[in-house]
């Protein structure tokens, strides 16, 4: 999965093809406010209540990726349970073993 760059960092360079989306990170560079907010990080950033209302194109594309991360890190969590599991109960059958 590629990011684009703008959801990282919307007031870097602004080279998107859609002019859509060039005409909403202009204005949203320009908003002195906001620029503010981004301090605490780009997920905080992005999911400020004002964001969809003021931005819709990016917010439709930025919402995307802002979903996707938590769930695979869920996912991610999830397997790594199971193997430290595995991991664990083949540990304790061979020390088993070897006591017999």
């Not at 684009?4 to 560079?29: A, F, H, K, R």
């Not at 991360?69 to 430290?84: C, D, M």
Request: charged residues 20%.
């Amino acid at each position: 999965m590629v990011i684009p760059p703008w959801i990282i960092n919307p007031y870097g360079d602004i080279e998107e093809t859609n002019v859509i989306i060039q005409e909403e990170l202009t204005e949203l560079s320009t908003n002195e406010e906001l620029k503010v907010q981004f301090k605490n990080g780009y997920q905080q950033f992005w999911l400020q209540n004002n964001i969809p209302v003021t931005y819709p194109v990016l917010w439709n594309i930025a919402r995307k990726f802002l979903i996707s991360f938590p769930s695979s890190y869920l996912l991610e969590r999830g397997f790594s349970a199971v193997t430290n599991l595995l991991t664990k109960k083949k540990t304790d059958w061979t020390s088993l073993a070897e006591e017999i």
